[in-house]
């Protein structure tokens, strides 16, 4: 990012890290295409001086939530802390972006990403990741009580299942946020470096 260039602009990606990758796709094949074109978005976003938000997850063994949710888990609770495998996907990171622990689906929980945003001067947020019907579509929704201008690339949220990530998109788009595909998100902020409210 520019010296000076305040960002109106942030991508949150959530969960995008080595542990959740399968909820991408099992085929490693597919999954390097996926990433490859997400991390080309990114890299736009980059380029345009705005700024790309890791949302890490990493879950407390001791939270009741927690030990409730995985409690019939195979292999245990997901994303503890100290593992490798948890670290964000190094071929979507770059030394510029950031990165915020959350502890919940939502990006927002028990941290300080809103304060974070208010600081940069971030007006719009795009949400994107894993996974779409979970923690984007809470991420996406607690964004917009918070009085940001949500966007959803089409292209840019993952799932197991297409049927959950349609399922979200639509209401998403009928509730918070504008769906639209990636190169469309870049094509605007390349016109007038912000991104129009929901009408």
Known sequence: MEI???PKVAVLTNDLQYEFT??????PEELEEKLTKFNEFLNGIRN?????????LINDPNDPAVQKRYKNREGGIPALTGRP????????????DIVVVKGRDTGFYN?????????LGVNSVIVTGLQTHVCVQTTAA??????YNVWVPSDGVFAPSID????????????????????????????Q???PERS
């Open 111 to 119: 941290n300080d990403l809103d304060g974070i945003l208010k600081k």
């Open 48 to 56: 345009l001086n705005h700024q790309v938000i890791h949302l890490q």
């Open 164 to 191: 959950d990530t349609n399922r979200a998109l639509e209401w998403l788009a009928n509730y918070c946020a504008t769906v639209a595909s990636s190169s469309e998100i870049l094509a605007l902020l390349e016109k």
């Open 22 to 27: 399968y909820k991408i796709s099992k085929s």
């Open 142 to 147: 607690d964004a917009y009580f918070r009085g």
């Open 85 to 96: 495998e948890n670290q964000i996907l190094k071929t979507i990171s770059h030394s510029s």
């Open 193 to 195: 470096d912000d991104l």
């Open 4 to 6: 000076g260039v305040t």
